[in-house]
Every structure is written in structure tokens, then in C-alpha cells.
């Protein structure tokens, strides 16, 4: 097996990405055109994906990063509107697009067209939420764009599927896709809530951080595998899971917290830098593959079905926001009416990304009787400029969006003093546990030593009153950003310090790893007090 392939589209990637940071351009475009830049140059092997595997191996790790670092409070108080879109859209979606590219594409049968549907149905709403947070949209919003994010897959992988069976010849049907659902959506879940407290249990009994860190790693894929074992989705069991597992992180080590922030940010970063490095590795092979859809009529094709993609998400939202306070009186008791404002950011959010990239390549290559699958092309093909339309379009005006209609800020001088109203009460309660520790003889410190203790509990309880002080005048930083200046300034020296004395042979190589990285836990704790 040659890996050198596998190596050059992992590591350059990762450098674009990494590139498209210093640049305006987003990392999933300029990956895509450097993509297909690199495709045309002599000796590129063709990079293809096998369909059977492609679904396991990327959805699995991508939802449980997305999962473990979302709020479970938060989802369950915003469920219904979360539910309407992550189900009844996706739904609505897979025929409404389906049905406008049947009647679009001559020649395009309808179970085809409904299998584009339900790849394109899925809304990728993590870049959405990241312009959230940063231009600071109501919480509400971000929580249902995020939640809709978790659960819509799983929707969308079922209507796949049923619409995947008629076309390679299993055969389907109404009553048939419906049980399909139902059982894949219950038992999906049932599998979630079986393995989530085993698993819990073993992340917090193994004692060294290198285990848990490879359970972790292990955990989406044996969720995911286990459920699929039963036909129900294993999407589901993996959010299940991984909300779950996030709710209660705080029972881990803080070692294994550490390693496991940085391990699945860089998973995340690198499946999500591949699969959109494939795109444009991969599309002279699919424009070569049009037959007759090519030239202005598969551009043509493309931009219709982009505006339907769009116009179907207004379609949904608006209904789906109004309705229910229009049916329901308890509803409209119990939340705040909503303006216009927000279904429209919710509409226009709905850029789509790597779950419909990751669902278009699982489409197999035949279907009964080895035949080829019809039109797979085209449909990558439309998956592929759906998926840069949403992204350019949408991306892109966001975040202008979002400030053009002037939503009102977050009060951040509140969520400071809750901050620190938490922190204090927190310090208080630690206070009170040290002296009932103290006044035992086994614990017995001396002064210093116990005054060190206060010490910490004291900056920590004062650091977030300070965010709320002036700003120097001179350097324009707060007090916590000078704090956290002098101290990394500190810590540096130290650094530099130990690696003279390794180099002039006074430690040796093992003993400086020890004192690196006891600086690197107080440098990176120094950083969370006043982050």
C-alpha cells in the first residue's frame, strides 16, 4: 500500500488551512481551488475514497468533537425548534430539492434526484455558530444553529439511505423508509443511552491520561460501529454519547482534559482540511464524467439548484417559527415573541459542508447487477456546488448580515460580574474546605507553604473583579492582560534558563521534559484565570 499519497493530501491541507488564516479568503474555498490547482499537475495520483468507508471513518470523530463541546442545557431548553429543523426541514428539504432537480435535470430519475436531496438536505452549521459567538448573536440563536448542526445528520444519512435502496434495487417503500426511520432514530438513541454510562465509567477509573486519551479517540467509532451493528444510526448513539461524556467532563483528570482539547481539536482540523481538499482534487474527474451534463447546462443546473436550496430553508423557518406560537397558547406564554431578525439569520445560516461531502462520496459506484449507479457524477457534482455556493454566498455575507440588522448586544459587564459572582462563591467554598483540611495534624503545612494556597485562591477570586477595572493608559491593556503578559515573560525566562543549564550538561534531557512541562501547567493555568 502506498502512503505517500495519504501523507501529501494530509499535510498539504493542513498547511492551506493553516495559510488561509493570514488570508480573508476561508480555509474551505482556498483548499478547494488549491485542490484543483494541484489535480492538473503531472504525476498527482487520482485520489479516491471507498464509499463503504467514508462515513465511518469521518462523521463519527467530526459529531463528537462538535457534541462534546456543546451544552446539553442548553439543546434540551431549546428542543422544539431544534426538532423542526433537524428533522421536518431536512425531511422537507430532501423532497423539495429532489423533486426541483428531477424536473430540472432531463433525464435524472426521481429515487436519484431524491438521494441529491438528502445529501444536499443537511445544513453544516459550525461556521455559522463561530460567526455567532464572535459578533455576538443571542445565545438562543447560536444554541439551535448548533443543535440543529448534531441532529440533522442523522435525519439526513436515513432519507439517504431509503432513497439509496431503490436506486441500487433493494426496494423500498413508504411504510418501509418510515419503520426504517423510526427504528434507526429509537434504537440510534437506545444505543447512545446504553453505552454513554459504561463508557463514562471507564474514562474516569483509568488513572493515566494516555489511556483515556485512546478511549477517547476509540469512543465515537465503537458508538457508531455498535449501532449500525443493529441497523439503528449510528449518527445518534454518537451525540448521545458525546453529550453525555461533555455534560459530565468535568469528573475527568484535568491531565486527560488538557490532552484531549488539543488531540480532537487537531482531528477536527485535519478530517475537515481533507475532505475539502478532495473536492477539488476530485473535480476534473467528476466534470469528466458529466457525459451530457456539461458546459452551461451543468452550470445551469448548479446555480437553479442552489436557489432552491436557499429558498427551500426560508420556506421551513418561517413557518416553523410562527406556527407554533399561532396553534399554541402555552407556547406563547412561555417564550418571548420573536422578530423577523432571527428566522432570517437562521434561514441564511444554512451553509452547507462537510457531512453532504462526507454522504456524497459514501454513494456506491454500482448498483444491482454491477451496473453503474446512475448519474453519480452529476450528483457529486451538484453536492460539490452546493456545498462552495452556500459557502461563498452565505458564509461570506453573514457576518455583514448580522450586523446590518443590529441585534442587540450582549451585556458583557453582566456576564462578567456573573463570572465573578460564580468564582467568588467557588473561592469560598474552597476557602472553607482548606481550613477544615489545615486543622488536621496530618495535614499540617508550614505557614508559608499555606499561605501559598490562600494566595491562589485569593488571585483567582480577584482576577475576573479586575477585568471590570480601567485600562492602563499607557499599553491599553486590562489589569488580567497584564497579568497574563508578566507572567508568561516570567515563565519564558525560566524556559530559557533551564534549557542553558541542560545544554551546558548541569540537568539532563529527561529532567528538563519534567521542568518544561511544569511550567507549561502554570502557564496554561495562568492563562485560564484571566481568559
Sequence with gaps: MDVMPLLLLVAGSAAVAAAARRTPVPAPLLLVAVGLAVSYVPGVPD??????????????????????????????????????????????????VG????LLVPGLPLTAALVLGAVVAPPDAVAATAVARRVGLPSRITTILQGESLLNDATAITAYKVALAVVVGEGASWAGGIEEFLVAA???????????????????HLKEPLLQNTLSLLIPFVAYASAEQFH?????????????LGHRAWEVDFATRLQEDAVWKMVAFVLESAVFALIGLQLPVVLRGLGSYEGLDA???AFALFLVVVAARFLWVYPATFLPRALSA??????????????????????????SLAIAFSIPLTVEHGESFPHRNLILFLTFTTVIGTLVVQGLTLPPLIRVLKFPAPDAQAATLAEANAQAQASRVAEERLDALLADERNALPPPLADRLRDVL?????????RLGQVNPVTGETVDDTYRRLSREMISAERAMFVRLRDGRHIDDEMLRTLLRRLDLEEAAAYRETA
Design 299 to 301: 452550470a445551469w443546473y
Design 458 to 466: 485569593e488571585r483567582r477570586r480577584n482576577a475576573v473583579w479586575e
Design 99 to 102: 423533486w426541483a432537480a428531477y
Design 232 to 244: 439503528a444510526s449510528g449518527v445518534l448513539a454518537v451525540v448521545v454519547v458525546a453529550l453525555y
Design 47 to 96: 485520489y479516491t475514497l471507498d464509499p463503504d468507508v467514508v462515513l465511518p471513518l469521518l462523521l463519527p470523530p467530526l459529531l463528537y468533537t462538535s457534541a462534546t463541546d456543546s451544552s446539553y442545557l442548553d439543546l434540551r431548553a431549546q428542543l422544539r425548534p431544534v426538532a423542526l429543523l433537524s428533522v421536518g426541514y431536512v425531511l422537507f428539504a430532501t423532497v423539495a
Design 330 to 355: 402555552r407556547i406563547r406564554a412561555r417564550e418571548e415573541n420573536p422578530t423577523w431578525r432571527g428566522p432570517f439569520v437562521i434561514a441564511w445560516a444554512g451553509m452547507r459542508g462537510v457531512v
Design 186 to 204: 429509537l434504537g440510534g438513541v437506545a444505543a447512545g443511552l446504553i453505552l454513554m454510562a459504561p463508557l463514562h465509567w471507564l474514562r474516569t
